[in-house]
């Protein structure tokens, strides 16, 4: 199992800085937390891993390998997966065709070999076929294959999401707000699938959320961003603890420094 | 494969095999045999009708065939195209030159059997298409579009200028397809079938249709397997399709390439209907036709193209053939409103008819009757 470890990470755009000397490490077999206020870098830290953009410092390696380089196509082919927040399904294709392209990297039936019905490109359809409808089953998606994915109700759409990334059979799975805009009934099946994803298919999930509660519940180990800097790593009971934390979701001062300054020596400090 | 190696909850019951897609299976395996059967009028259709018929069904299979090659590329994988009748010429005149006759008059030929020429045509336009993927493997969309416009151009400029290929403005005849010496496309030797007397045109149907066929199934399978999804994802979210591992710039000069096969083998079926190609059919305006014939068929619908393209292509022959009976119909040429102007304000209207009220083209249109009656 590889470990993914993201190394003094910097990304600007003109004079923002998306990501500020962030690092940490997402260990094997666990669901590690990433959160923070709005605009605290968590998506572009998830874009930043997924290849879809190039950091101007620092580097992501995924077992022995630096990542931070590919692009996306080729990051996914190592086995990591990602489910996007706002859902990127084909509305127009059914729910089985939204699943089965995930397993790209996984088939190898081409333009050629497809044009010419070879038997291999059904056998192939054929066996990747029943799988999907597994991974399908096991998120809650019931029988629903045949339905154009954009007909269904929010809830399951984000289900197919999932269900999407785990068809790519990953070994890292980024989640992005997998529960946001659910009721809260709901959100806590997708955490118990969570959960699940990690103890029965023994797969590493990267997770951003903003509902707290389900981070403490199902959480290994959480990392704070607040305006691009790390300012919190640890077990969710010390995340909850920190000072720097509660004064970036709150907002007042953690006592008589700013708490900009804090953050930064708390970083320095940790990472050297 | 790593599917077996991350199993699900041990606990989890064994679904059963398929339940949902079995019937619809079924269904599907009626709806194809269906299908085969309809073709048999098809073969037909030479034993009833006359050579100056059967052209008009000739050009609109061939068309049918690039108009499936674009909508793979326009519809599929939601990148445009405008310069699809490049490659529908460098089919026509690769095959008219590589078949040509080295000592015809005027312009030069390589004298390759016929089969093999057309062979060298469909690959010579796949690789025109090929030889563009660094500019059709970075733009997506209308962009694609825009630059595509310059191979028309400089098509435009070759066909006319390279005269000992092309025959200038002048054109170039366009040896007839033979297998073993039996002409496809021209009357040699002689054959008659149920008292009728198979020609070029006759003979020439019934290639035209195989082809269809082939393209048909063809496309069919890429658009519902692998590529078909890859390039569908790619069309609505290509940093989806990234994360899926899909490579999408090679995706997208792929497809380019594939729907530039399909022009190329168009051009070629289009060249032996013609007996004679000269540079005017192969404008810009062809490029629009096409698009036109896919927008209206349901943009990424096979079936739709196949429609289209017959349509487009019938319309204006249709009509010419029926002026003299159509009283309000001009003269072609004489400056009134002939049968190629009243098309081409047909296909306006309908064009805005459809993307106004039907933006799924012809396809979706019969797929809701079906589903009405």
Excluded at chain 1, 52 to 77: K, N
Excluded at chain 1, 110 to 124: C, D, I, N, Q, W
Excluded at chain 1, 224 to 241: K, N
Aim: charged share 20%; proline share 5%; hydrophobic share 45%.
């Amino acid at each position: 199992m590889n470990v993914l470890r993201l190394q003094r990470i910097s990304l600007r755009f003109g004079g923002v800085r998306a990501l500020d000397d962030l690092s940490f490490t997402v260990e094997p077999g666990t669901v590690h937390a990433l959160i923070g206020p709005n605009g605290a870098g968590k998506s572009s830290c998830f874009n930043v891993i997924s290849g879809h953009y190039h950091p101007d410092d620092g580097s992501v390696s995924f077992g022995d390998e630096d990542i931070t380089q590919l692009s996306p196509h080729q990051i996914a082919r190592r086995g990591v997966g990602r489910a996007f927040q706002n859902i990127a399904l084909s509305a127009h294709e059914t729910v089985l065709d939204n699943l089965m392209v995930a397993r790209h990297r996984l088939t190898r039936s081409g333009f050629v070999a497809t044009s010419l019905g070879l038997p291999r490109v059904r056998h192939e359809e054929r066996r990747h076929r029943e799988r999907v409808m597994e991974i399908a089953r096991f998120v809650g998606l019931g029988e629903k294959f045949d339905r154009p994915a954009g007909a269904l109700a929010y809830g399951d759409r984000k289900r197919v999401e999932l269900a999407r990334a785990l068809s790519s059979e990953p070994e890292l799975l980024l989640l992005d707000e997998p529960a946001a805009g659910m009721p809260t009934h709901e959100k806590w099946e997708i955490a118990h699938l969570v959960v699940s994803v990690r103890d029965a298919l023994g797969i590493s999930v990267l997770l951003v959320e903003h509902d707290m509660p389900m981070v403490m519940a199902i959480a290994d180990r959480v990392t704070v961003l607040d305006f691009g800097r790390r300012i919190a790593d640890g077990t969710p009971t010390e995340v909850q603890r920190s000072p720097e934390v509660i004064a970036a979701y709150l907002g007042s001062s953690p006592g008589p420094e700013e708490p900009e300054n804090a953050a930064a020596r708390r970083t320095r400090s940790e990472t050297s | 494969m790593s599917e077996t190696a991350t199993d699900l909850l041990p606990g989890e019951p064994k679904p059963a095999r398929r339940p949902v897609l079995n019937t619809s299976g079924r269904v599907e395996r009626l709806r194809k045999i269906a299908l085969w059967l309809s073709l048999l009028p098809l073969a037909a259709v030479p034993l009833y009708l006359d050579g100056s018929w059967l052209i008009i069904g000739i050009l609109g299979m061939a068309t049918a065939i690039g108009a499936i090659g674009l909508t793979l590329l326009v519809g599929t994988a939601g990148q445009l195209s405008l310069a699809h009748s490049f490659f529908v010429a460098v089919g026509a005149y690769a095959y008219a030159y590589a078949a040509g006759d080295p000592a015809g008059g005027g312009v030069e030929g390589l004298g390759l059997p016929s089969a093999l020429a057309a062979l060298i045509a469909i690959v010579a336009s796949g690789l025109a298409g090929l030889l563009f993927s660094p500019v059709s493997a970075r733009l997506k969309g209308v962009y694609l579009g825009v630059a595509s416009l310059a191979l028309v151009f400089i098509g435009d400029h070759v066909l006319k200028n390279a005269t000992p290929v092309t025959g200038g403005y002048n054109g170039r005849e366009v040896a007839p397809l033979s297998v073993g010496g039996f002409e496809l496309s021209g009357g040699s030797p002689d054959l008659w079938v149920l008292g009728v007397p198979y020609g070029g045109r006759e003979r020439l149907w019934y290639l035209a249709l195989a082809v269809l066929v082939l393209a048909v199934v063809a496309a069919s399978r890429i658009a519902r397997n692998r590529p078909g999804r890859a390039l569908q994802l790619m069309r609505d979210n290509p940093a989806a399709a990234g994360s899926m591992g899909v490579p999408v710039q090679r995706y997208k000069a792929a497809v380019f390439t594939y729907s530039s096969v399909f022009a190329g083998t168009a051009g070629v079926l289009t060249a032996l209907a013609f007996e004679f190609i000269v540079p005017q059919y192969f404008t810009l305006e062809l490029s629009i036709s096409y698009l036109t014939m896919t927008i209206i068929g349901g943009l990424g619908s096979v079936a739709g193209a196949v429609a289209g393209g017959l349509f487009v292509t019938a319309l204006p022959l249709l009509l010419e053939r029926f002026t003299g009976s159509l009283g309000f119909l001009a003269a072609p040429g004489s400056g009134g409103l002939d049968a190629a102007m009243l098309s081409r304000f047909a296909f306006g209207a309908l064009l805005v008819l459809v993307l106004i009220c039907e933006p799924g083209g012809l396809a979706v249109l019969s797929r809701r009757l079906r589903r009405r009656s």
